[in-house]
């Protein structure tokens, strides 16, 4: 079945990069995504990367895509205070649904 | 641009006893999901609306849960009855194909507990 892991929690401090790690199963995945959720509100769309692709760069983010091992991950230039929040990665659509991973909860120490 | 809303933010009811919860999604959105998140969770698809149709309802708990979209505009969830494993955060999306991806809003959500 489909799986989505991420490791719970990272902390880094101010200035510095974060990096969020995420692994899937679904090979068949067009897209994947990640989401920022912060505390009380729903979850926002950070980026994307198309399955084809390697790496994306969004201003702060990067992101970097391994199809081969199944492996994504988000990189956070210059992380800030502001950036605390827990981060899904989330795979699809295929079929029909997304399939979320059970957030990175991101801590960023002054 | 307004966003995805929902209603209400927060409920507590007791175990065995009914709630619904409703969303309106952005407008012109056709796609419309319903999401339980378990504390500690990444959100769970219940159901999935294309339209008025359903479109994926295959984790929904059917004995309990019921979801609509009249109109295939607005969407109501209910549970009924509620167990207490039912306490979680509801959070209802809405989606719009850009350049070839779907692309998600998600309302704030409705955080229930049962006790």
């Known amino acids: 079945g489909e799986d989505v892991e991420q490791s719970l929690f990272l902390s880094v401090r101010e200035g510095d990069s974060s990096v969020i790690n995420c692994t899937y199963t679904?090979?068949?995945?067009?897209?994947l995504y990640w989401y920022k959720q912060e505390p009380g509100a729903g979850l926002q769309l950070l980026t994307y990367?198309?399955?084809?692709?390697d790496m994306k760069q969004d201003q702060r983010l990067t992101v970097l895509l391994n199809k081969k091992d199944k492996h994504l991950s988000l990189r956070i230039a210059d992380t800030q205070t502001g950036d605390s929040a827990i981060y899904f990665c989330a795979e699809g659509p295929h079929g029909q649904n997304f399939v979320f991973g059970p957030g990175t909860r991101l801590s960023v120490l002054p | 641009e307004a966003g995805v809303a929902q209603s209400p933010r927060y409920k507590i009811i007791e175990k065995r006893q009914s709630v619904a919860f409703w969303c309106n999604p952005i407008s012109g959105h056709a796609t419309l999901y319903w999401y339980q998140q378990i504390l500690g969770q990444g959100p769970k698809l219940l159901i999935q609306?294309?339209?008025?149709?359903?479109?994926?309802d295959s984790q929904l708990p059917k004995d309990r849960f019921s979801a609509e979209r009249l109109k295939g505009v607005d969407s109501t969830l209910k549970i009924q009855p509620a167990k207490l494993e039912d306490s979680a955060v509801y959070l209802c999306a809405s989606s719009l194909r850009i350049r070839g991806v779907e692309t998600q809003y998600f309302g704030p959500g409705t955080r229930l507990l049962v006790l």
């Open positions: 679904d090979s068949s995945s067009t897209y």
């Open positions: 609306f294309q339209n008025n149709g359903v479109v994926d």
């Open positions: 990367i198309f399955s084809n692709m």
